[in-house]
């Protein structure tokens, strides 16, 4: 390593000269230096760089130097690339070669804020302090941090859209949740810098876990918890069917940020003008609340729209037509928020590139609408990005800068830039049309929107509790996860009552039927039927109670998650009225 100067010097003076050269020269250079890199040491010379950061001398400042240019240009460019030129040309590195160097990121700023060189400053804002013997050296060391880091979240959220990494690959091994959680107990800094900057080198499930502690947390500083002392203010509210939703919407919009994260009690009214009978324990709320969701984002009433192909949602551009449509939406948000916040999962698969805006990734200098716009028509996005690879003159396409598109009927001219119909689309400006389309596309027509949404969905759901999730892990906490349900940990939480118990031959059917004879569609249908959902089973709410004449069939109550089940006198008969009451929706009504 005696010439490292020698080798590295001429790049650094190119690279500071020109920080951003043109994608030829960054083709030649960028693997140049990630090979010169790899020679350094184990996992592209990890520990080396680590000892350069506590070494003032100037062949380590020579070597981070080098690594903050790799940095810079290597997030340039991948910034810059659409996924046909990352996933299957693989300009300038290879997909195995992005995996290792990810790697190698995701350990190098881990160990920067777990070993103490990145701190919080002393008002505990997210303005970083770095641990250096002089201020010059801070402040090189902050921006290396920030050119690391930058690198990583691209990769990292490029990975979120269209895997490249194989599973489990951003989790660091070597932190135990359990610690983290105890550090984050006592306000020990660098566990608040982790979930800050790298939340995703903690198993989901388990930042789930302390998404719904945040949540409980605040419940109790708010009294919004019942306690031996008090009783938290309760807000009810009467909901007629036929006007379900209008009826919310006007009892809802109006209350306050602490009465909307409180207890709502729901009582229906049914289309003859009469009470339903019930007591809402979180039960019936919880069906108004999936009720009304479920309206709100249906195609047909044009608030939200469906993208072609996968049918994901996102807010209808001409949503307009509605009066109040920005109300409208705060609403919807706020609902969305309140889901969420009690845990309740609803069935709304929303477009990638709408979850990235609710996150607010899209106010990042590194977000790029390009990327995103698969997620709102894939078929848009392949004759878009193949103007950037047409060989001859784009000007003889008669393309403009801007975007003609049927609106009920008539056809609407929307200018990309002020004056853009009469601007012809040329070789020279065709890489500035492809981002303008795509970012009017998802962002322009729909900004009034989706502002409105996120103001109502933050003012229950806190921004910093949702940035502990990438894009697809939001969308699970919206609407739940696809995985398996857990039979042993359902039996763990649930209770019985009536004469029934775990050792009971009617319960022992019915574990065996769930897990031996029932598909994994019939068993989500009975968990959705009875009620429950993982976060009321996390919190002990499923029960079992014992029910006659026992020629019945099993039914269930949404208010407290109970299953009344008959005392059946065989295991087949409870096999068939089970998968009766589940397929034909009789049995496990409301009762």
């Known amino acids: ?132 013997p002089t201020e010059n050296a801070k402040g090189e060391t902050l921006e290396l941090f920030q050119s690391v880091h930058g690198w990583l979240m691209v990769l990292y959220e490029r990975d979120c859209r269209r895997r490249f990494a194989p599973e489990d690959h951003w989790l660091r091994k070597d932190l135990k949740p359990s610690v983290l959680f105890q550090e984050l107990d006592k306000d020990r800094k660098r566990a608040q810098l982790i979930l800050q900057y790298i939340p995703h080198v903690i198993p989901h499930k388990n930042r789930v876990l302390l998404f719904r502690n945040m949540v409980t947390k605040e419940k109790e500083k708010l009294g919004l918890v019942e306690t031996s002392s008090a009783s938290p203010h309760v807000t009810h509210i009467t909901i ?58 249906d195609p047909a009433l044009n608030l939200f729209k469906t993208t072609s192909g996968d049918e994901r949602l996102y807010p209808s551009p001409t949503s307009y037509i509605h009066e109040n449509y920005l109300q409208l939406f705060e609403f919807v948000g706020k609902m969305l928020g309140k889901a969420v916040y009690e845990g309740i999962v609803v069935d709304v698969p929303f477009a990638s590139f709408f979850l990235s805006q609710l996150l607010g990734h899209h106010h990042s200098v590194f977000y790029s609408s390009v990327d995103e716009l698969p997620s709102l028509d894939s078929e848009f996005y392949k004759n878009l990005t193949s103007i950037k690879r047409y060989d001859g003159d784009i000007a003889d396409l008669g393309l403009t800068l ?29 890489i500035s049309y492809i981002h303008l389309m795509a970012h009017f596309r998802m962002h322009t027509q729909i900004k009034n929107q989706t502002a409105a949404l996120i103001s109502g969905f933050r003012s229950i759901i806190k921004p910093e509790w949702t940035r502990m999730f990438s894009t697809p892990e939001l969308q699970r906490l919206i609407s739940g996860d696809n995985a398996e349900i857990d039979l042993e940990d359902l039996k763990k939480h649930t209770v019985y009552y009536g004469g029934f118990h775990g050792s009971h031959r009617v319960i022992i059917w019915l574990w065996d039927i769930l897990a031996s004879d029932f598909t994994p569609d019939e068993r989500a249908m009975f968990l959705k039927d009875t009620g429950d959902t993982l976060g009321s089973v996390l919190r002990g709410f499923f029960t079992i109670r014992k029910r006659e004449p026992g020629g019945r069939l099993p039914t269930s109550s949404t208010c407290f998650n109970l299953l009344k089940l008959p005392n059946y006198s065989k295991k087949s008969v409870l096999r068939e009225k089970l998968r009766y009451a589940i397929s034909m929706n009789t049995g496990f009504e409301l009762s």
């Open 1 to 132: 390593r005696g010439d490292i100067r020698d080798q590295v010097e001429p790049h650094l003076k190119l690279g500071f000269l020109c920080p951003f050269p043109g994608l030829t020269y960054l083709d030649d250079l960028l693997p140049k230096l990630w090979a010169f890199i790899c020679e350094l040491g184990p996992h592209g010379g990890l520990k080396l760089f680590l000892e350069c950061l506590n070494n003032d001398t100037e062949e380590s400042k020579q070597l981070l130097a080098m690594l903050m240019l790799f940095c810079d240009c290597s997030r340039h460019l991948i910034t810059i690339l659409d996924d046909i030129e990352v996933y299957e040309e693989q300009i300038s590195f290879k997909l195995e070669e992005l995996i290792t160097i990810s790697s190698f990121l995701n350990s190098f700023v881990f160990k920067m804020i777990w070993d103490g060189i990145v701190v919080l400053n002393s008002s505990e804002t997210v303005a970083l302090l770095i641990v250096c």
């Open 402 to 430: 801007s975007y003609d598109e049927d609106v009920m009927g008539q056809l609407v001219c929307h200018e990309l830039i002020p004056g853009g119909k009469t601007i012809p689309v040329t070789n020279e400006n065709k």
């Open 240 to 297: 007629r069917r036929s006007r379900m939703l209008e009826d919310g919407y006007e009892q809802l919009r109006q209350l306050s940020q602490h009465a909307m994260k409180g207890v709502i009690r729901v009582k229906f009214v049914n289309d003859l003008g009469v009470d339903e009978a019930g007591i809402d324990q979180d039960g019936v709320f919880k069906e108004f609340l999936e009720e009304i969701i479920k309206r709100v984002f």
